[in-house]
């Protein structure tokens, strides 16, 4: 198996007991930054097992407060910590005429 799916089944996903209620900036202040950390600790310790680390892919939505305010503050946090390895996006934008929240189209602006 890859390292990532051997982290997985050992324990090396993230889950908190709060969420960023489709707020970004929740997502990217508050329970962001108590998270950033934790999660910047993991994706260490899986990159640490990669012999030739180039880069990270990204899924996310830009709708809610952690896809747009979280993941905001961990790619900057990425691109600090790991310079200029690539970093690529699969984003899902919300569109108003079937948005299940009034703010998606705020948080992905």
């Given at each position: 198996?890859?390292?990532?799916?051997?982290?997985?089944?050992?324990g090396g996903t993230v889950d908190g007991k709060e969420d960023a209620a489709s707020n970004f900036a929740?997502?990217?202040?508050?329970?962001?930054?108590e998270m950033i950390d934790l999660?910047?600790?993991?994706?260490?310790?899986?990159?640490?097992?990669?012999p030739?680390?180039?880069g990270f892919l990204v899924?996310?939505?830009?709708?809610g407060g952690t896809g747009s305010g979280f993941t905001s503050h961990l790619l900057a946090r990425l691109t600090r910590d790991?310079?200029?390895?690539?970093?690529?996006?699969?984003?899902?934008y919300p569109a108003p005429?079937?948005?299940?929240?009034?703010?998606?189209?705020?948080?992905a602006v």
């Open positions: 198996h890859p390292p990532y799916l051997r982290s997985a089944a050992r929740r997502g990217y202040y508050s329970v962001g930054a999660v910047l600790d993991r994706i260490r310790k899986v990159a640490e097992q990669s030739s680390l180039q899924f996310r939505s830009f709708g790991y310079g200029k390895k690539s970093k690529l996006e699969f984003a899902v005429q079937i948005s299940p929240l009034i703010v998606e189209p705020y948080n």
